[in-house]
């Protein structure tokens, strides 16, 4: 797929749909990340958020508002697969 190289960073589809993990989705047990600077400062800012990671008891919940913060301000472009593509199966898959 030509598109794919121009992501950041590439998630398996979590399956869940609270509102909580919007707009992506994204499960953040097993992701890509391209090296360039935009995604080190994204998971600078994670490894600087851990009151939010104490409050909420998830870093997918703090994660995924990270993505769509960054994806406003900076740009970040996310991809998350399908939840029924073989090319990036989440763990759903295997239950």
Do not use: C, I, M
């Not at 030509?2 to 993990?21: I, N, T």
């Not at 935009?38 to 994670?46: A, N, V, Y």
């Not at 301000?73 to 239950?95: I, N, R, S």
């Amino acid at each position: 797929n030509k598109s794919l190289p121009q992501f950041d960073v590439y998630f398996q589809d979590d399956g869940s749909r609270q509102e909580r993990y919007a707009p992506y989705s994204a499960n953040s047990g097993f992701y890509f990340v391209r090296s360039n600077p935009k995604t080190k400062h994204l998971f600078r800012h994670l490894l600087y958020s851990g009151d939010l990671l104490n409050a909420w008891y998830s870093h997918q919940q703090v994660l995924t508002v990270l993505l769509s913060e960054y994806n406003s301000l900076f740009g970040l472009k996310v991809k998350v697969f399908a939840k029924e593509t073989d090319l990036f199966p989440g763990g759903w898959l295997y239950h």
